[in-house]
Every structure is written in C-alpha cells, then in structure tokens.
C-alpha cells in the first residue's frame, strides 16, 4: 500500500523545522509522499493568523520546489470556515483510497489532540507521527494526551530544531537576518512580498 503523509500548519512562514520533519518522516516510515496541507483558519490561532493563505501556499511552493516527494494540497482553503484535521483527513482518505495516512506532527501540537474534534476519529483515519520539538519533551506530550490515546501515537526521536514560524515572523519585523532558518527562496519571496513587516 502506498503510505502518504500528511502534514497540516499554518506554515507562516514554512521553515527548516517543518522541511527536516517531513524529510525524517519520508525517510523513517518509507513514506511515498508527503501532502503539506497548509490551514485556512487554525482553531487555535483565530485572530491571529495575518498573512492571507494564498500566500502561506506559495511559500510552501518555493520550499518545497524540486523535491518530487513534496507536495501541497489545499482542500483546507476551500472549505468553508475554520479547518478541522478530522475533516481534512476524511477528504484524504476518500481522494486517496489507496494509501496510508501518517498524519506528522510536532510534540507541541500533539500533546493538545484531546482538545481536538473527534480524536479518536482522527486517531482511526491515520496513523499519527509526533516529532520532537524542542521545548516540549516527549514525556511532557504524553502527559498532555489522554490515556487511551496515547498508544496510538508513534512518538519519533529526532535532533530537534528549534525554529518557530513566530520567531521568523518577530526576526522580519525587527530587521534581523533569517538566513538559514527557511530556504533562500522563502528569504526572497519574504522581501519580495513584504511580509511580516
Ligand atoms: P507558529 O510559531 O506560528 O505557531 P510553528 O513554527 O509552530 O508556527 P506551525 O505551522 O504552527 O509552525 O506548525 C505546524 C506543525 O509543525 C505542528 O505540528 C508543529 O508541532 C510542527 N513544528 C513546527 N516547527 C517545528 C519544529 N521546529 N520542530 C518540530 N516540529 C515542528
Ligand atoms: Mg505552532
């Protein structure tokens, strides 16, 4: 069976973290492919979210450009309303009938998945990665998730990388370099639009 990742976020902007996640996920679980699936309106980030999706969507595209594993997939932008993951991976496993979701995520975004909408749907519909991510231990993630849950999660070891889409977003506005931390051509496509400013 062919095995698709999936991998939801806001992406504003997309960045190291996220690429080496996808990259180590492709690499460890011999994934096919990888969907990044950029969110309309996280329900966690309501009033937060500035920077239109269309242009998070491009940003993806630049990242990503080149690699054939990669690709982005926008079905949250053309729903209506606030995404949902359990939705978005009933729409996946109806367009794709033949793989296997592995839905990726970070230890900081898993360890919220009992506040998400039908976890347990979700849990069914894919087979969760989580990451780790530098400032929230895989202890601490599965404390955070309720107990019967939990078993269902594969929790993967990985050199951390501690970049945030925040902190690239506070580097721009306050005129500082962000060289390294997202590829060349996200840099560009950053000034070029100017963003974050
Ligand atoms: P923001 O600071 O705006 O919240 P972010 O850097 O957390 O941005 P998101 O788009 O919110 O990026 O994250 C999408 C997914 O990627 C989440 O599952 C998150 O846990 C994961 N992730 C983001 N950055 C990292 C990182 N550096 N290491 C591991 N996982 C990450
Ligand atoms: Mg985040």
């Not at 069976?1 to 960045?15: E, S």
């Not at 080496?20 to 009033?47: Q, Y």
Request: aromatic share 10%.
């Amino acid at each position: 069976m062919r095995k698709l990742g999936v991998f939801g976020g806001t992406f504003d902007p997309i960045h190291y973290g996220h690429l080496r996640i996808a990259e180590e996920a492709r690499e460890r679980f011999g994934l096919d492919h990888i969907l990044f699936v950029p969110n309309k309106v996280s329900p966690f980030k309501i009033g937060d979210t500035s920077t239109p999706a269309t242009l998070r969507v491009e940003l993806v595209q630049e990242a990503i450009a080149g690699n054939p594993h990669f690709s982005v997939w926008t079905g949250e932008l053309e729903r209506e309303g606030t995404s949902y993951t359990v939705e978005t991976l009933r729409a996946l496993a109806q367009e794709f009938p033949d793989s296997a979701l592995y839905f990726l995520t970070g230890t900081d975004a898993v360890r919220d998945i009992g506040k998400w909408r039908e976890p347990e749907a979700c849990l069914t519909l894919a087979q969760f990665v989580a990451f780790y991510r530098p400032g929230v231990s895989e202890a601490e993630a599965r404390i955070g998730v309720p107990d019967e849950l939990e078993p269902q999660i594969i929790f993967a070891a990985m050199n951390g990388l501690d970049i945030s889409s925040t902190e690239i977003r506070q580097r721009v506005q306050a005129s500082r370099s962000i060289r390294y931390l997202v590829p060349e051509s996200v840099v560009a496509l950053i000034e070029k639009k100017r963003l974050y400013q």
